[in-house]
Each structure stands twice: as structure tokens, then as C-alpha cells.
């Protein structure tokens, strides 16, 4: 799977809801908004950028919408 070059593309980075207002649904609420605001506009795919300390958590939460996973990133910090 690839974005071709003249293909626009929507695009979702770092989403965050603060912790006094999470499992509200709050986030679930504006993804749907988004992916809803990106499909009126055309765009056929959504690329996203997350990150979470608990990774299987976030990827499962983006599962739900039909996002799948393409690409490992990793960090190595040095102490």
C-alpha cells in the first residue's frame, strides 16, 4: 500500500485528551468527526501519526475505525 505522489491524503497527528477527560468518549467523538470530515472532502486515505506509551492500547483504539498497522517506529535512549 502506497500514497501515490498526486494523491491528497488526510492526515491525523497526536491526538491527546487530557487525563481528567479520558473514557469519556470525547476521543472516540473527534475521530469519528474527522474521518467524517476527511471523506466529505474525498480524500481516500488517512495517514496517522500516534504515540503512546502503551502501544497496544493505541493501536487497538485506531483498529476500531478500520486504521491498520503499516510501520514500526522505535527509540533507543541512551542513559
Known amino acids: 500500500f502506497e500514497i501515490?505522489?498526486?494523491?491528497r491524503y488526510g492526515e491525523l497527528n497526536s491526538i491527546y485528551i487530557q487525563k481528567r477527560y479520558r473514557n469519556r468518549g470525547i476521543g472516540k467523538m473527534l475521530?469519528?468527526?474527522?474521518?467524517?470530515?476527511?471523506?466529505?472532502?474525498?480524500?481516500?486515505?488517512?495517514?496517522?501519526?500516534?504515540?503512546?506509551?502503551?502501544?497496544?492500547?493505541?493501536?487497538?483504539?485506531?483498529?476500531?475505525?478500520?486504521?491498520?498497522e503499516r510501520l514500526v517506529d522505535m527509540i533507543l535512549e541512551s542513559r
Open 4 to 7: 501515490k505522489k498526486s494523491e
Open 31 to 68: 475521530v469519528k468527526r474527522l474521518l467524517s470530515d476527511f471523506k466529505n472532502r474525498k480524500l481516500r486515505v488517512v495517514k496517522l501519526k500516534a504515540v503512546n506509551k502503551d502501544l497496544f492500547r493505541l493501536v487497538e483504539f485506531y483498529k476500531q475505525f478500520g486504521f491498520k
